[in-house]
Every structure is written in C-alpha cells, then in structure tokens.
C-alpha cells in the first residue's frame, strides 16, 4: 500500500516534525521544517526547506539550517521562525538586500557556561531563502540557570517573531515549556530583546508541555474589530497522557507587552480535559500549528504537522516519516449569541471535473445506503439538512476494516474512529477514535480530505475540524451511510 501523500508535504527520504520559519517571499510560500537528515525518527534536528506557490504543490530544497558541532558542544536547529527585515534594522543586508532571518531555538549536547540548554539564536539569508549563513555561535537570548524568576533554562524554546504596528516593535513569543508559560519579548533592532510578560493558565495541567507558540491577528468578519489569538501546542502527559500531542488557542488581546485572555468571549467548544483551552483541531494528528509571516490576504494561514509525539516514531515510514496537514486560513467570526469563536478553512487542491453526487434523499431510522468508491477520493462532502436528534455514520473501508464518522445530535459531537483500519504492528496508542464536542449539528455538513494516509474532516463552517492520519492495508472501496433516529434528516452525499 503506497503511504505517500498526493497533496500533503512530505520530506521524500527523511524524518520530519514541527513546520518551521514560514514565510512568504516574491509570490513564493517557503516551509522549513524540523527534519533528520540522516533518518526516519527523530534526531539530528535540523531545518529542511521546500517551497511552492500554492500550498499544494512542494519543491524539496536542500538543508537550509543542518545541526553543528560548535566544537565543545552540538547545536541541534530547533523550532523557530522567519521574518523579512525590510528596513534591514539588523544591518545584516547590503544595499539593496532584504534579509530573511531565522529565529530559531539552539539545542545544545551541553549547556554553555551560564545559559540552559536551550537558547534562542539568529541565521540570515541574504539570496531570498537559497543560502543560509549562521549569526555566529552565540545564542541572541538565553536564560541563566539561576535566574530570579525560577524558570527552567533548559526548556525555553520555539520563537515566533512578528512585527507589531501600534507599538512599533518586533515581538518574539516563546514557550518556558515544563513551566507552562507563554513568555513575550520584544526588540527594536530584531537583535537586542527584552522580556515583557509571560502568559500561563490555571486551569493546566501541571504535568503537561507546552510548545510552538504562535499570536495573531484577526479580524472578526463584517466588524472593524480585531482580535488576537494565541496558538499553543500542548503535549499531554500524566492523566491526559492518552490524547498526546494536542492543538489549542486563546481568543484574546494583545498591546505589544501583555496578552489578555478574554475567557468569556469563546464559543464553549472546549476541551474537557483542558478547561480554559479551546481546541484547533480535535484529531490525534494535528499539532506546532504556526502562521505564514507576510502571507498575502488580511487573514492568517498556518500549517501544522500531522502526527502525535505519542507514536511520530512508530508509524509506518515507507522511507519516508511525518508530514504537513493542509495549510489552512483562519478566520474569526462572531455567532448568534455574540462570542468569538475562531474558524478554519483548508486551502484544497484543485479538483478537474464537477462532484459526482452518489446519494440525495431522505434516510429514515435504519436506513444503510451502500456505495462502491474508486480510492483515493481526495473529497467527500456530506449536507445534512433538518437533522436534528440521532446520529449519521458514515462508514469508509474494505473487507472487515473501517474508518467511521459519526456526527451524534443528541451528544452534540463529532467522531472520528480509526480504530477498524489497523495492522499487526499499528502502535497501541494509535488506535483510537478522537471526538469533537459542543457542537451544533442541526444543519451538519462536513467536508472529508483524504489522502493515502490521512483524513482531515472540516465542518463547512470551519468551527470544528479533526485530523487524523491512516494507514490501510488496501485501498478503502466502499461507503456505507447510516441514519439513526426519527428526524428524517435530508441528506447529500457528493464526491470529489
Ligand atoms: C514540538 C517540538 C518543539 C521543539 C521541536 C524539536 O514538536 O518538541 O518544542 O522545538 O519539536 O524537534
């Protein structure tokens, strides 16, 4: 069975986590992502680089950033962030030259004389991404063991820089990630930084890490109102251990010093286990969601690695491991009670021909309707229209294994159930089925993506979505759609 994605980026021999430094440059989308250039799991961190003009289509690059031997010690290149310095404020550029920074975070084999092991350092392109210089062999920001405030300094990491108009400086948000804080810093010259507040939630929990950091901006659709929203991966540990690496945002505002959390403001699609957090993505398989610097259009689109630190290690690699959920917009949109709630809408590779509609009509309770497809589907569209108590399932599979979703009105949830499409050698905490919850289902329509070994269900309001990866064993030939309950919902089925 051929794992390889069509239209999901994937590094073609080698290891990748976290997308990394993305950034959009003369009409071109650059990705740089955490790579092992030497494997298939995780090790010798480095940044790998692809690019492409429309978010589908990739073009591997070489190495951009690979890991160094300092002499006394190994630097590993890990998560980070790019920025254009257009008015070269870093004095980097020559004339006429438009740095392209790279903010990253050095992993050091030992911890330097004073600092942790985790530092945040500088690499420079002068040539629009093609070559890459290092900014010496020191680190621009590090933490000393001993500082006053407690913080660990071996685990402060992943820098995301933007630049922030009202105040007029650069921000750089990173994560102190077993102390699980949101730490801010800023700098005028994108060299000099200094820390301004760190953002943490009661409700956390303690033996959680926090990762990948990311603040945007966004405005709420048909207002001139804005909000800022604060992206936080979060790798579960202790009682939560089971759900792994997860996906979550804060709506809220930020001044240029502090951020704000507006609780009160978020639709309750929350996460039992996390209360203050609002989940990105439901699925198992979506996590270091970071945005695009300079990307076109007012909107922020970010991409996200698809996979769980629970088993990234494990999964079938087919010379090749991890890969890039679809790139996707996000949006805020006020709903019928006033709050906030934040949406995601995928960016879809073009289809050539017109849906080909396989049902249209009226299940009633018990109903099964059975329909061959031609693997791989790349779309799926169900619309559900006066549905309102019972639950639709909709089976995708072959032979005795499946892939089940079923949208539940009563329970007001969404699920998504891989635990049917397994081999032998599947890792135990794959197995699995992740739920949406909170939901309103009256009028459901969702949007299925599949790929050879992904699934990425999208509600077509973008509020909620659930991304997971599969590995079948043969190609999935059949679709079944249940109905179960009284309402008699109207119901169309659309491929492609
Ligand atoms: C998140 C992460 C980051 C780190 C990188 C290392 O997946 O753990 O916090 O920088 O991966 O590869």
């Known amino acids: ?181 949101v730490v801010f810093y800023r700098s005028r010259n994108l060299l000099d930084w200094s820390m301004t507040s760190t953002f943490s939630d009661p409700g ?48 809220g505002d930020f001044d240029g010093t502090h951020f704000q959390f507006h609780a009160t403001q978020t639709p309750p699609i929350r996460d039992a286990k996390h209360p203050g957090f609002n989940r990105l993505d439901w699925g198992r398989d979506y996590y270091a969601a970071v945005s695009f610097h300079n990307s076109p259009g007012n909107d922020p689109v970010v991409m996200a690695w ?66 061959p497809i031609e693997s791989p589907i790349q779309r799926l569209t169900l619309i559900s229209k006066g549905y309102l108590q019972g639950q639709i399932v909709l089976t995708l599979g072959y032979g005795v294994q499946s892939l089940v979703l079923t949208l539940d009105a009563d329970q007001g949830s969404a699920c998504l159930d891989r635990q049917a499409l397994c081999s032998d050698n599947t890792p135990a905490a794959f197995l699995a089925s992740d739920s949406a919850q909170g939901l309103e289902l009256e009028d459901a329509s969702v949007l299925v993506v599949l790929d050879h070994s992904s699934v990425e269900v999208f509600s077509t309001d973008g509020s909620w979505t659930i991304t997971q990866q599969i590995f079948p064993l043969q190609p999935l030939d059949s679709l079944t759609l249940e109905y179960r309950g009284d309402s008699v919902p109207q119901v169309v089925l659309e491929i492609g």
């Not at 956390?204 to 603040?215: A, F, G, I, R, S």
């Not at 405005?219 to 202790?238: K, Y």
Request: with cysteine; hydrophobic share 35%; proline share 6%.
């Open 1 to 181: 069975m051929n794992y390889r994605p069509q239209f999901h980026f994937f590094a073609q021999q080698h290891w990748i986590n976290d997308p990394n430094g993305l950034v959009y440059v003369s009409g071109v989308y650059h990705l740089f992502y955490q790579c092992n250039p030497f494997g298939t799991k995780w090790g010798n961190m480095s940044w790998g680089h692809a690019t492409s003009r429309d978010l589908i289509h990739w073009q591997e690059k070489p190495i951009a950033l690979p890991q160094r031997n300092l002499g006394d010690r190994i630097e590993s290149i890990f998560s980070g962030s790019c920025v254009l310095d257009e008015h070269n404020v870093t004095g980097l550029g020559g004339a006429g030259q438009v740095p392209l920074l790279a903010f990253y975070t050095s992993h050091y084999s030992e911890a330097p004389k004073g600092m942790g092991r985790q530092a945040q350092s500088l690499a420079y392109s002068l040539d629009e991404g093609a070559t890459w210089h290092f900014y010496g062999d020191q680190p621009l920001l590090s933490l000393s063991p001993e500082n006053d405030e407690g913080f660990n300094a071996d685990e402060f990491r992943d820098p995301k820089v933007f630049f922030h108009q009202p105040s007029g400086y650069w921000i750089m948000v990173l994560v102190l990630a077993v102390d699980r804080k």
């Open 204 to 251: 956390d929990n303690p033996q959680d890490l926090w990762e990948v950091p990311d603040l945007v901006e966004i405005g709420i659709a048909g207002t001139d109102e804005h909000r800022w929203v604060l992206l936080l991966s979060v790798n579960t540990s202790g009682l939560h251990k089971a759900a792994g690496s997860t996906q979550h945002y804060f709506i």
């Open 306 to 371: 698809m996979n769980n630190w629970l088993y990234a290690n494990e999964v079938p690699h087919d010379g090749f491991r991890g890969q890039m959920a679809l790139a996707r917009r996000l949006t805020l949109q006020r709903d019928k009670n006033g709050r906030v709630g934040l949406r995601s809408t995928p960016v879809l590779p073009e289809v050539q021909h017109t849906a080909n509609r396989i049902f249209d009509g009226k299940p009633g309770n018990g109903d099964i309707i059975k329909r």
